[in-house]
T-cell receptor, first 114, second 110 residues
């Protein structure tokens, strides 16, 4: 099993460009998450999907959109990238259908917005 | 969701020593999780302790939870260089939103 995979691993954008970060999990998990991590900071939740067909805002949703394409895939879109969105983005998933489960993380996408 | 605050921010020990890091939180929880992050990698789940548990072990890890003090501690015994990482706690109150603090950066010197 690959676990949680993310593409791309690295990306450089210019201000105003758009892009989609892809995330997929092969653990048949119900819930998926997108976090960002800035230097010296903990992870902050951007959006999450408790189950297929639902998405909800987290702590820092502004400037982002998400799509839960199916049970396996959860994408994060930046419509008009800004330098403040330079960060490392992590996708995670958890199973069991409740919030009381461990989260499994992907390797991250390092995004730089110039 | 609520954020856990890890203490100390940084910890440096010799290989073979024990490492203790603490987590404090503000409101009632259902469970508390600890995660490890190696440099540049995603977080890895270490252990989950439920609010009705006081202590839990997993290999060289020992986690305690004191709900009256709203605090938890993670002890790593007989530390190894490979334990060098940042450690985060995540208090869970029944929400899907886990909030992570800034973590404790542990350096284990060979």
């Amino acid at each position: 099993n690959a676990g949680v995979t993310q593409t791309p691993k690295f990306q450089v954008l210019k201000t105003g460009q758009s892009m989609t970060l892809q995330c997929a999990q092969d653990m048949n998990h119900n819930s998926m998450y997108w976090y960002r991590q800035d230097p010296g900071m903990g992870l902050r939740l951007i959006y999450y999907s408790a189950s297929e067909g639902t998405t909800d805002k987290g702590e820092v949703p502004n400037g982002y959109n998400v799509s839960r394409l199916n049970k396996r895939e959860f994408s994060l879109r930046l419509e008009s990238a800004a330098p403040s969105q330079t960060s490392v983005y992590f996708c995670a998933s958890s199973g069991g259908g409740t919030p009381y489960n461990e989260q499994f993380f992907g390797p991250g996408t390092r995004l730089t917005v110039l | 969701s609520q954020q856990g605050e890890e203490d100390p921010q940084a910890l440096s020990i010799q290989e073979g020593e024990n490492a203790t890091m603490n987590c404090s939180y503000k409101t009632s929880i259902n469970n508390l999780q600890w995660y490890r992050q190696n440099s540049g990698r995603g977080l890895v789940h270490l252990i989950l302790i439920r609010s009705n548990e006081r202590e839990k072990h997993s290999g060289r890890l020992r986690v305690t939870l004191d709900t009256s003090k709203k605090s938890s501690s993670l002890l790593i015994t007989a530390s190894r260089a490979a334990d060098t990482a940042s450690y985060f706690c995540a208090p869970g109150a029944g929400s899907y939103q886990l909030t992570f603090g800034k973590g404790t950066k542990l350096s284990v010197i060979p």
